[in-house]
């Protein structure tokens, strides 16, 4: 596994790929815990550990997260409508298992 050390223990970070049908295909996911690629066979053991971040206090946080990934992920599963978005992007750089670097910036968001 990865070192996960720099990601926040507050944050899960999330990126959801949209396909032309508008329908979730991948799901990447990042925590303290969990780095992995959710693809769409497996799609419901992704909500199942998103469900389990949400239950343990933990706040959800993506690029263009609330402008984009929300209204597909609860469209796809109501139950995570609640889950807390973070105001702030965490400032970090994570090797992800998209293979490259993610920059992320700690700081409100305006």
């Known amino acids: ?16 790929e949209i396909n032309s049908e508008k329908d979730i295909y991948r799901i990447g996911l990042v ?8 693809y769409q066979e497996n799609l419901n053991q992704a909500y199942e550990e998103m469900r389990k971040l949400k239950n343990s206090n933990l706040a959800v946080c993506g690029h263009n997260f609330r402008r984009f990934d929300y209204p597909y992920l609860i469209e796809q599963e109501p139950q995570l409508s609640s ?24 700081m409100p968001l305006y």
Do not use: C, P
Not at 3 to 15: C, E, G, K, T
Not at 31 to 38: A, D, I, P
Not at 84 to 102: C, P, Y
């Open 1 to 16: 596994m990865q070192d996960l050390s720099n990601i926040d223990l507050f944050y899960a970070y999330l990126d959801l």
């Open 83 to 106: 889950w807390h978005i973070s105001n702030k992007i965490v400032r970090k750089h994570l090797m992800t298992f998209l293979g490259g670097f993610i920059g992320v910036i700690i």
């Open 31 to 38: 925590s303290l815990n969990l780095t992995k690629n959710f």
